[in-house]
């Protein structure tokens, strides 16, 4: 599968196209981007047979199968829904869209035209995480109360896209985003409420943190926490009648991993080999637009993690 890149980000440098490089079934076909120096410098180490000046350029080649995109947050549903219409699959960054509203415009038009849209929590495709949720689910830490995710660290340059308004930027959409989703898969549900606190920078008018506290049925409850003003942290624990659970290094961790699971009887601390999750990603991928597997953040899952997120912003006043 011919896969065009479209933008020149840091994640997409250091993450998504060295792991590309191990996925034998997708090939760097082209990529896009507004500064040739650094179109040039992806092409030369990531062997890109095309390159672009413009991303519209991009999606006129007839001979890319899909499209990776890893711009900036507003400008996701612009160039999804452009390349939907091109017939191309689409894997992009999160957030998909500015809100739920989007997301689930963009899903109906990849089901009109029959393409695979998957948004990039790279992540949820470590065995980790699933094996985390079938022990709470045997009941290893009894009946889960509680759970809290972590995901911070410092952002001081002012001109980073993370902080800009007009780009989507904020605290909440770049990385509570995991928490939120992360949440919502270990409990299995969706919350019945939502609480939330933020603080929102006074000249830049994005969220550098927020504090939302998820409330889902069974009486367990959750707490996300995420900021640009913190040492970097991602981790989440879950708390049971009977214990707790515990992953020091939560998000798109790869090499050796640790879960540490207390319980009354004893503490244990396992290390599990895990592969890079964005190869794993990839592969799947793939795997989607061949019709061979069914997608793991799906539909359901976007559209109701962007509503979720709509609301935490709303109360934050974002």
């Known amino acids: 599968m011919k896969l065009g890149v479209i933008g020149t980000a840091r994640i997409a440098k250091k993450s998504v196209l060295p792991a590309l490089m191990n996925v034998k079934a997708i090939e760097p076909y082209a990529i896009a981007g507004r500064n040739q120096d650094k179109v040039k410098e992806f092409s030369n180490q990531f062997g890109f047979k095309k390159s672009y000046s413009t991303y519209d350029d991009l999606l006129e080649d007839k001979d890319i199968d899909s499209v990776y995109i890893p711009l900036p947050n507003g400008m996701h549903y612009e160039y999804i829904k452009k390349a939907l219409n091109k017939g191309l699959h689409v894997i992009c960054e999160k957030p998909l869209a500015t809100n739920k509203a989007q997301v689930e415009e963009l899903f109906r038009l990849a089901q009109e035209k029959g393409l695979v849209l998957q948004e990039a929590f790279a992540y949820r495709l470590s065995p980790i995480h699933q094996m985390i949720k079938e022990q709470v689910e045997e009941g290893i830490i009894g009946r889960i109360k509680y759970m809290e995710a972590r995901f911070t660290f410092p952002m001081s340059d002012s001109s980073n896209v993370r902080l800009s308004r007009d780009l989507l930027g904020g605290a909440t959409y770049d990385v509570g ?134 609301e935490v912003l709303r109360q934050i006043g974002y």
Request: aromatic share 10%; glycine share 6%.
């Open 177 to 310: 985003c995991y928490n939120l989703n992360l949440l919502r898969f270990m409990a299995g549900s969706e919350p019945q409420s939502i609480k939330a606190a933020g603080q929102i920078h006074e000249d830049l008018e994005v969220d550098v943190e927020s504090t939302v506290i998820l409330d889902f049925p069974n009486q367990i409850k959750g707490i996300s926490h995420c900021s640009f003003d913190e040492r970097f942290s991602n981790a989440y624990t879950l708390y049971g009648t009977e214990g707790k659970i515990t992953l020091p290094k939560a998000f798109n961790a790869a090499g050796q991993v640790e879960v540490i699971i207390e319980t009354d009887q004893k503490t244990v601390s396992e290390t599990f080999e895990i592969t890079d999750n964005y190869q794993l990603e990839l592969e799947y991928f793939y795997e989607c637009t061949q019709g061979n597997v069914e997608q793991i953040v799906d539909q359901e899952d976007s559209v109701n993690n962007a509503g979720v997120i709509d």
